[in-house]
């Protein structure tokens, strides 16, 4: 799926992660087998700053290691600004007293 226009992932994006780098990385695990199934998906007003909370499933210096099935992807962003010409606000069609 990330690899259709439109997707973008922004875990792969920050760690510069080919899509086969990305299905290696563990976020699932069921006894010996290794998935990954947790994805990001982000639209162009987040911008993503790091994911230093996130961990490989089975890493046992990860916080939620033994807890579940799966290992949660912690990431840090910011909501961009953006600042519009006003001739592009729409009208006001009442205004508060």
Do not use: N
Not at 28 to 46: E, N, Q, V, W, Y
Not at 51 to 74: E, R
Request: net charge positive; with cysteine.
């Amino acid at each position: 799926m990330i690899a259709q226009p439109g997707y973008k992932d922004p875990f792969a994006q920050v760690y510069r992660m080919t899509e086969t780098e990305l299905r290696k990385w563990p976020t699932a695990g069921f006894m010996r087998l290794r998935m990954h199934l947790d994805h990001i998906f982000t639209g162009p007003l987040l911008k993503w700053v790091d994911f230093d909370q996130t961990h490989a499933f089975g890493d046992k210096t990860c916080s939620f290691h033994g807890l579940s099935d799966h290992t949660p992807i912690i990431g840090r962003c910011r909501v961009a600004t953006t600042t519009r010409h006003e001739s592009h606000r729409p009208r006001a069609t009442s205004r508060p007293e």
